[in-house]
């Protein structure tokens, strides 16, 4: 009994209690064909070997975007030097017709070195968000032509092997996310 006991406490310590939200079990690996900000051709796999981090949105934000992402690179400032450089955020738009590579690529570099721009044709998008299941929506365009997208403000964390393991969520404490990071950091190395 007392063997049996140990094992079921073995194997409860070796699973992983994010402070964040869980995905790993319920989120697919990422999985992707798009272009980078410097227009270069893209897959996922290009993306393994650091954790990952992902924001899907647009740079036509008004409000979301630029909170999210200025709250993540406050994030990552809070973490040591050789933790960050093992980290790389993936900021994948969602509003293709205005975010062209170059764009995209303005826009992460106003928010740390670890942002990198992505963006594609939006049936390469739409097949990564159903995917992913992460919805948006184009809101109708005003008089000049300009539009909202709505979408999710979460940030999804991936392992170097590219599966899923937390997400982010406005809600989620500065702290939270900071622990859940070092700690994906730390289980590659």
Not at 11 to 17: A, D, K, L, P, Y
Not at 141 to 157: E, K, L, M
């Amino acid at each position: 009994m007392l063997v049996l006991l140990v094992s079921l406490w073995l194997v409860g310590c070796s699973e992983r209690n994010w402070r964040t939200a869980e995905t790993f079990e319920i989120m697919p690996p990422l999985d992707f064909s798009l272009i980078d900000e410097n227009g270069q051709a893209v897959e996922a796999e290009d993306y393994q070997g650091k954790v990952t981090l992902v924001y899907f949105g647009y740079t036509y934000c008004p409000d979301v975007c630029p909170i999210t992402l200025a709250r993540l690179a406050g994030t990552l400032n809070r973490l040591d030097d050789d933790v960050r450089d093992d980290i790389q955020v993936l900021f994948i738009s969602v509003d293709p017709k205005r975010d062209t590579p170059e764009v995209v690529k303005r826009y992460t570099n106003a928010f740390g070195s670890e942002f990198i721009g992505i963006t594609g044709d939006l049936a390469e998008i739409d097949a990564l968000t159903n995917r992913m299941r992460v919805t948006y929506d184009y809101e109708e365009p005003n008089q000049r032509g300009d539009y909202i997208v709505t979408h999710t403000s979460a940030v999804f964390a991936f392992d170097r092997e590219g599966k899923a393991q937390f997400l982010i969520r406005d809600s989620h404490p500065i702290s939270d996310a900071v622990a859940d990071i070092n700690q994906l950091v730390s289980d590659g190395a």
